[in-house]
């Protein structure tokens, strides 16, 4: 804590309203600062990792286009999803990925992990960066969501996002942490 900081929120108790495969909903009984007691939201993402894949000559990224039935609206993504209850984040991120994007790598290195809206949702993303990726033999992984999987140039990436064909924030983090690190080397 900083020497300026207030006091902390302190924290009752906690009632559930709804608890799903992907998500918790409830409320925390809680003591503001200025010691009035709230009722306040919560929303609890489980835990998700993505890859951040990028060629051996680190020109291409790869990607996958899905669509998100909520938003109505396709967009390129990085290969991820949910860790598993008893998985770590690294394990779970290649397991999407061969999942996903039928591809495999030796190893990911940790490139953030960031909490989507810290107000009232709890839910980590950890974004992992993959080299040396091979290719699976087998069938293409397609699934109801996903329309197809791509090698994309990481130059077009800014116009993608312009453009909005890369909008879930995943990705938009992840791809941009990327590029800004590219740019310091």
Partial sequence: MVENDPEPVRVFRE?????GPELWLGQRDVELPDRER????VVRLYRSASVVLVDDSKARVL???????????????LPGGL????????EAAMRELEDQAGHRVEDLEKLLSFEPEPRSVVGEHTIFIGRGAQ???GDDPLTWDIGRVEWVPLESVPGLISSG?????????????????????
């Fill in 165 to 185: 064909e890369v909008w879930a924030s995943a990705t938009l983090i992840g791809l941009l942490r990327f590029l800004a690190l590219e740019r310091q080397t």
């Fill in 83 to 90: 860790v598993d209850k008893d998985e770590r984040p690294r």
């Fill in 135 to 137: 290719r699976i033999d």
């Fill in 63 to 77: 990607l996958v286009r899905r669509h998100r039935f909520l938003q109505q609206r396709w967009g390129w993504e």
């Fill in 38 to 41: 709230i009722w306040w939201d």
């Fill in 15 to 19: 009632r559930a309203f709804y608890e």
